[in-house]
């Protein structure tokens, strides 16, 4: 599988924009970027996932440079709701999912 | 949908004690996953199914823990006997399909071993 990093931690203001960068330098061709979320102790939550292009939903958008070696994740409006622990993970055709040690956001009034 | 369902919530065992960890995908999903969460090592993945069958148990700590999937609906995780380094969140997860699909994970199960 394709290793991640990420930022350990970050810190947003409330209304502002939360950019959470993803470096996955040996990611492969037909790879998939996914993120996830995890609040308090509850399981994680799907947010966004893509191959190549940018994606956006409800929730977020992701930018996907073009080599495909890092990622942003941004969540155009941060809330409070939204202090979490953020994973960035590259779904490996073989099925497995492997998560790291994600970033921690803490979204500041 | 109820999404992914896992019980118990909680488990307090002693030692030596066997221990059960049930989960019931979503309907009709064809995957599914069991993962293990603690402070120290984050969140491991330990098996995963594909229709009802092992595909990478590579996860698994030791001869200790074993899962099933009998049908489509359920599966286990037990672990015999248990010890206190088994102590942590163990999550299910279920998704349509092995590969390039999202997760949906269950509530977990807060496992302590005295």
């Known amino acids: 599988d394709a290793k991640t990093t990420q930022p350990p931690s970050m810190d947003c203001a409330e209304g502002r924009a939360a950019n959470l960068p993803c470096n996955h330098s040996?990611?492969?061709?037909?790879?998939?970027v996914y993120w996830y979320r995890q609040i308090h102790s509850q399981g994680p939550q799907y947010i966004i996932h893509?191959?190549?292009n940018n994606e956006t939903n409800e929730m977020a958008s992701l930018i996907i440079t073009e080599d495909r070696k890092s990622s942003t994740l941004i969540l155009p409006h941060a809330t409070l709701r939204d202090t979490a622990v953020y994973y960035c993970?590259?779904?490996?055709?073989?099925?497995?999912?492997?998560f790291g040690d994600g970033t921690t956001l803490t979204v500041k009034p | 949908d109820a999404g992914v369902i896992q019980s118990p919530r909680h488990e307090v065992t002693e030692m030596g004690q066997e221990v059960t960890l049930r989960c019931k995908p979503i309907?009709?999903?064809?995957?599914l996953f069991w993962y293990r969460q603690t402070m120290m090592r984050g969140l491991e993945l330990l098996i995963y199914?594909?229709?009802?069958?092992?595909?990478?148990d590579s996860g698994m700590p030791e001869d200790r823990f074993s899962a099933k999937m009998p049908n489509a609906s359920f599966s286990t995780l037990k672990i015999q006997p248990s010890e206190p380094r088994d102590s942590a969140v163990y999550f299910c997860?279920?998704?349509?399909?092995?590969?390039?699909?999202?997760?949906?994970f269950g509530s977990g199960t807060q496992l302590s071993v005295l």
């Open positions: 997860a279920s998704s349509l399909e092995a590969t390039n699909e999202k997760l949906f």
């Open positions: 040996t990611i492969s061709g037909n790879e998939y």
């Open positions: 893509g191959l190549k």
């Open positions: 993970i590259v779904r490996s055709n073989a099925g497995k999912s492997t």
């Open positions: 309907s009709g999903h064809n995957s």
């Open positions: 199914f594909n229709n009802n069958v092992p595909i990478d």
